[in-house]
Each structure stands twice: as structure tokens, then as C-alpha cells.
């Protein structure tokens, strides 16, 4: 059951379940205040982020109403990553910054619960298990291309505002944000998808040291390239100028970026030397890998690596879904499609 879910999400959820095997789970969308099951129907009642909506009254009451005799509210009020990888403590960093790692301070959070004559208890849980991310050339560029496209990308808003799309249109700030999000993203999404899946069609992995000396010069020469657009289109310089924009007074405090973009052109093309290389050379002498390198959960990753003619050697059954990651109890940090679930 779904409390209070847009159209959007409950369409989000029921994808969800088709995915898990549970189509055939119903699926209800309904305000909290008024739940469609009888009294006494569930055992317990879980809310994940929570809203304020669960601590109003008439919301308290309608779920002790739905709770049978001794029946449980599970509120997670609170977690953490606990991955100590350089993208987890970031991605910690951004829900603490953003205030929504932290438990309410004092009891008054509490009270609304008491007055609904819930037993009120707070458990703090250890983590029994992390999943931890590493920094590999394939996510250092999947990285790099959801930055360009939802950080700069962002920048894009100016241009849909009357107020300021009256002076950045058609300028070259229309140039840096189109292109910071067309190229970075199609480009770095590219070199992801080549790292990751090398050691399948090739039977060997990429070289490691060469992919973060492909990445990190391309991901700086890329923003030496595009960033200036930004100063240049605030300055008013117009696009589509022969010139670049040198018979306008307006446009010579500016100017010189444009040697600073060339530079940036001519040492991102020069980055991709690594890439090339390492493509090539790790063809013939490339660590080995396994069938399995990255520990994915995925179906390719059951073919042999390189695969024989038809993928599979016998044709794979699926048990799971495809993101089972750090599941509860169990005893390694992935579990893939095939693998049948334990009775």
C-alpha cells in the first residue's frame, strides 16, 4: 500500500513489483486518514521517510485502528551509509547537508505517538552489513557524466526565466550549458560503458592506471573548454560571430578565453592517447578476468567471458531481480539473477 503517492509514483512502484515478480501484489494508493483495510488487519505498519502527515492525529489513529491487539509502528527515522569509499561519504555528506540524516534532538518528536497511546520506544541499530562502491575508471566516468549532466546541467534554469533568458539568449552561455550536457554526457556515459563491459567481449581487463590518466585530464580539459562559455555569454558575447566577437567593445575583456578553450580543446583530444592505448594493449595483454569482475548481479555477467557463439553455455533462469546488493543476512555483498533463493 502506497499513503498518499502521486500517479507518478504509484506507477514507479507497480514497475517495481512487476521487476520482483509481484505483479500480482496489490497495490493501493489512498490518504493516510483513511486507510481501505478492516480493524485489526496488519501486525505492523512501517513507515520509511516519514512526512509529517504520520504524526497527525487523524493519522495515528487510523493505524492503531488497522494494527491488531499488540501491533507494532515501525518508524525509520533515521540512517546512514556506512561505506567509508570516497563516493559513499560524499553521497553522506549531501543527506547530512541537506538535513535529513539526523534524528529530531529531545523527546517532543515523541509525543504525538504517546498521546495516540502508542508504547513508545527509540532503537538505535548497528550495521550489520555496508556496501562500499569502488573508485574504478568505469564509475570514475559514470560519475563524470551524471556531474556534467545534472550539476552544470542545472544551469540550464537562467535560460527558462524571462528575466534573465532576456540577456543570456543566444549567447555563448546557450554554447557552455547545451554542450556540458550533450558532451560530457554522451561522451564519459561512452568510456563507462567501454570499461565495464571490455572484460566481457575481450575476455581481459582494462588497465586501471591508464583509465584514471584517461579520465581525470579529460574531465579538467573538458571543463577548461565549456566553463568560459558561461563568463563569456554573461558578458553578452553573441554566438554564431565569425569572428568570435572581436569587432564588439563589449566582448575584449572576455576575449581571451577563447585562447584558454583552445588550449583546453587541443589537451582534451591529447587525453584520449591513454584511452586508445589502453584499448588496444589490454586486448593482448590485459590482466585476465573472470566471468564476474565487478561482482555484478546482472545476466551477462553469467555468459563466459569472451562468449561462445549463442552467450550462454546453458540458458540462464532468473530468481531475483537485478539490484540485489547488500541484502540483509546474507553472507557476500551481491547476489546475481541466477542464483535461486535459499529455502
Known sequence: MGLDLSPHMSRLARKRLRRLGLAGLPLVRAPAQELPFAANAF?????????PFIVQ???????????????RLVIVAGARLTGRDPLSRFVEWLYRLTGQREI??????????????FSVRVVLVDPKFSGNLGMTARLDDAIGRHWA???????????????TDIHLHDTYYVIGHFHYVVAPGTIFALFAGVYYWFPKATGRKMSEFLGKLHFWP????????????????????????YDGGQIYAHAQPVLSLNKMMSFGAWGLAIAQIPF??????????GEKASDNPWDATTLEWVAPSPPPHGNFVTAPVVYRGAYEYSVPGEGKDFIPQNQPAEV
Not at 57 to 71: C, K, N
Not at 276 to 284: D, T
Open 104 to 117: 529530531p534532538a529531545g523527546d517532543t518528536w515523541l509525543e504525538p505517538f504517546a498521546q495516540a497511546g
Open 43 to 51: 501486525d505492523s505498519v512501517v513507515a520509511t521517510f516519514p512526512t
Open 218 to 241: 579529460s574531465l579538467i580539459f573538458m571543463n577548461v573548454i565549456f566553463m568560459p562559455m558561461f563568463v563569456q555569454g554573461l558578458a553578452g558575447v553573441s554566438r554564431r560571430l
Open 149 to 163: 549532466a545534472m550539476g552544470i546541467g542545472s544551469l540550464s534554469l537562467p535560460l527558462g526565466l524571462t528575466a
Open 276 to 285: 586508445i592505448i589502453n584499448f588496444f594493449m589490454s586486448i593482448k595483454t
Open 57 to 71: 492525529p487523524d493519522t495515528l489513529a487510523e493505524i492503531a485502528r488497522v494494527l491488531r491487539p499488540a501491533g
